[in-house]
Nanobody, 113 residues
Framework: QVQLVESGGGVVQAGGSLRLSCAAS????????AGWYRQAPGKLRDWVAV???????NYRDSVKGRFTISRDNAKNTVYLQMNSLKPEDTAVYYC???????WGQGTQVTVSS
């Protein structure tokens, strides 16, 4: 059974930083894709950043240059480093792996102005 557990959310002022973690069990991130998504109140869930098994990355335009997705194979954990946070980054952030389709429970990120 695949499980993803996120952590690291919280409340931060605009311009601050947070690092989210996604620990996996039942799969190995080094051979599986992983991604971070977010869902703001009243909005659809959107992708934020993705990483292929080979380590290539892609980001939505609004976070390019501010967010970095990375992976620690020894810990089987994917991270999302978020810098220069803005109030519009406020959302519940979810970790995902597509095969099998699995979501974590989500972690709240709140950025105050």
């Amino acid at each position: 059974q695949v499980q993803l557990v996120e952590s690291g959310g919280g409340v931060v002022q605009a311009g601050g930083s947070l690092r989210l973690s996604c620990a996996a069990s039942g799969i190995t991130f080094s051979v599986n894709a992983a991604g971070w998504y977010r869902q703001a109140p009243g909005k659809l869930r959107d992708w934020v950043a993705v990483m292929s098994p080979g380590g290539s990355t892609n980001y939505r335009d609004s976070v390019k240059g501010r967010f970095t997705i990375s992976r620690d194979n020894a810990k089987n954990t994917v991270y999302l480093q978020m810098n220069s946070l803005k109030p519009e980054d406020t959302a519940v952030y979810y970790c995902n792996t597509p095969r099998p389709p699995t979501w974590g429970q989500g972690t709240q990120v709140t950025v105050s102005s």
